[in-house]
């Protein structure tokens, strides 16, 4: 009796000896992680208030009533956050598609572009963040320019975008590198050009297979947006700090990590599922 036979009866399929053991191993394997995981958080639970300095710590970290009034502020302060971060990525996304694109010229002419686009990513992949952040966030503004050219947040900005653009520009250099040079071939003898085979053939494919990589990049934006408050802007971390000092407590920064993460773990999750989804389409 086949599978659809059975089906169109009533009766359920029957599981072949391998597919038994797979689901016995299955459930077995989510047994032992559960157990292993429940042990694990009664340790921790049930060890930790065991300390000698527990107290201290719960009342300068975890304060309730410190929680309850900076979480207001800090949630109004990570609007700032959100908005670095939303005029920053399209700029990223753009930047980053141009200086890959200049690192993957061919023509001899063009080799200045190319040389560009290699020394670009080299230097501002070399540099930590936050000492671009220093050199532009300062430098720049020390100049005496006038309102608003002089604002934090406008060089803040450039100099999150300057690094991420020369990452972002890997990534997707990476990916027009894994379409193999069969395809420009057959796009050429169907009598495309260069640029209609980049446009049309490869950089439809390089972006959807490096979406997972970038998508990764953009959150670890979001969370270097907070190195801009050492140069000005009052963001949440930089909220917290103030918060930190008029109440003489810690507790305010675990409320801006509470927001960070309930930012990005949602985002963490959906940059696995596209990497999964992916990766079942491939094989």
Request: proline share 6%; with cysteine; net charge positive.
């Amino acid at each position: 009796m086949t599978d659809q036979t059975r089906l169109q009866s009533g009766s359920a399929p029957t599981l072949t000896r391998r597919q038994a053991y797979e689901q016995r191993l299955r459930r077995r394997s989510i047994t032992i992680a559960a157990g292993s995981t429940l042990a694990v958080v009664l340790a921790v639970v049930l060890l930790v208030p065991l300390a000698p300095g527990w107290d201290a710590v719960k009342r300068s970290f975890f304060n309730g009533e410190v929680f309850a009034k900076t979480f207001p502020g800090l949630l109004d302060a990570f609007l700032m956050n959100v908005a670095i971060f939303l005029w920053c990525a399209p700029i990223i996304a753009v930047l980053g598609l141009v200086i890959a694109l200049f690192r993957d010229v061919r023509s001899p002419a063009l080799y200045p572009l190319r040389l560009f686009g290699a020394v670009y990513t080299d230097v501002f992949r070399g540099l930590p963040v936050i000492l671009v952040i220093y050199l532009i966030g300062f430098g720049i503004p020390g100049l005496g320019l006038p309102r608003p050219w002089n604002s934090p947040y406008i060089w803040g900005s450039l100099a999150l975008i300057l690094v991420y653009a020369a990452y972002v520009a890997e990534v997707i250099r990476s990916g027009i590198d894994s379409i193999h040079h069969s395809q420009r071939a057959a796009a050429a003898s169907l009598g495309l050009s260069d640029g209609e085979t980049m446009r049309y053939v490869v950089l439809p494919q390089a972006i959807r297979n490096v979406a997972p990589a970038n998508m990764n990049l953009f959150i670890a934006l979001q969370k270097d947006v907070a190195l801009l408050s050492f140069i000005g802007p009052v963001e949440v971390f930089r909220q917290a700090g103030v918060y930190k000092s008029l109440m003489a407590n810690f507790t305010p920064y675990v409320g801006a990590a509470v927001i960070f993460l309930a930012l990005t773990i949602p985002a963490t999750r959906y940059a696995d599922y596209l990497m999964n989804k992916q990766r079942r389409r491939q094989s």
